[in-house]
T-cell receptor, first 111, second 117 residues
Framework: DQQVKQNSPSLSVQEGRISILNCDYT??????FLWYKKYPAEGPTFLIS?????DKNEDGRFTVFLNKSAKHLSLHIVPSQPGDSAVYFC??????????FGQGTRLTINP | GAGVSQSPSNKVTEKGKDVELRCDPI?????LYWYRQSLGQGLEFLIY????????KSGLPSDRFSAERTGGSVSTLTIQRTQQEDSAVYLC???????????????FGAGSRLTVL
């Protein structure tokens, strides 16, 4: 039962343009959502989060949007830079319960 | 320590052997997770420790897998009678674990890459 889904395994974007990564979830009890970034041979690192009481959170070039009615989460990166090339995982949790991850989307930023 | 430390970073073993993977979480973090990432796959939840509560073992794929956390700190993931499908990167993470903003921000280690021949 995949509670958190990232349906696009890969995404290619030109440098300077906007990258949009999407995530869907099925558990309506999830109340905290996060995005992680992973480079090869490293552990994932925290990028940005949002609680269910908000619909948007922004941190520099990164913005996360939450649409609770659609059970949909997205990460916008603008402008995209070559260093943003990585695998991005969305994750969700209910209270202090375990964090559930999606399958990841490999983002490639082309010069 | 400053970060989550995992050892060994790489382990090659023969099918049927037992392996132990170790995780040192960030000091003061009450929650500890094990995940694994098989080639081309996402992060698969294995087990979750939260303080003194009974661990959530719902992600362990078989009874060959077990984990313990001693003294609320160091954790060991043990895989008995390893199989080739156990080959993966095993990731440990820790967090503050309290239900408040930012509590579920996990800090991951670099992982232990297990190869079963």
């Amino acid at each position: 039962d995949q509670q958190v889904k990232q349906n696009s395994p890969s995404l290619s974007v030109q440098e300077g343009r906007i990258s949009i990564l999407n995530c869907d979830y099925t558990n309506s009890m999830f109340d905290y959502f996060l995005w992680y970034k992973k480079y090869p041979a490293e552990g994932p690192t925290f990028l940005i989060s949002i609680s269910s009481i908000k619909d948007k959170n922004e941190d520099g070039r990164f913005t996360v949007f939450l649409n609770k009615s659609a059970k949909h989460l997205s990460l916008h990166i603008v402008p995209s830079q070559p260093g943003d090339s990585a695998v991005y995982f969305c994750a969700a949790s209910e209270g202090a319960q375990k964090l559930v991850f999606g399958q990841g989307t490999r983002l490639t930023i082309n010069p | 320590g400053a970060g989550v430390s995992q050892s060994p970073s790489n382990k090659v073993t023969e099918k049927g052997k037992d392996v132990e993977l170790r995780c040192d979480p960030i000091s003061g973090h009450t929650a500890l997770y094990w995940y694994r990432q098989s080639l081309g796959q996402g992060l698969e939840f294995l087990i979750y420790f939260q303080g003194n509560s009974a661990p959530d073992k719902s992600g362990l794929p078989s009874d060959r897998f077990s984990a313990e956390r001693t003294g609320g700190s160091v954790s060991t993931l043990t895989i008995q009678r390893t199989q080739q499908e156990d080959s993966a990167v095993y990731l440990c993470a820790s967090s503050l674990g309290r239900p408040r903003a930012g509590a579920n921000v996990l800090t991951f280690g670099a992982g232990s890459r297990l190869t079963v021949l």
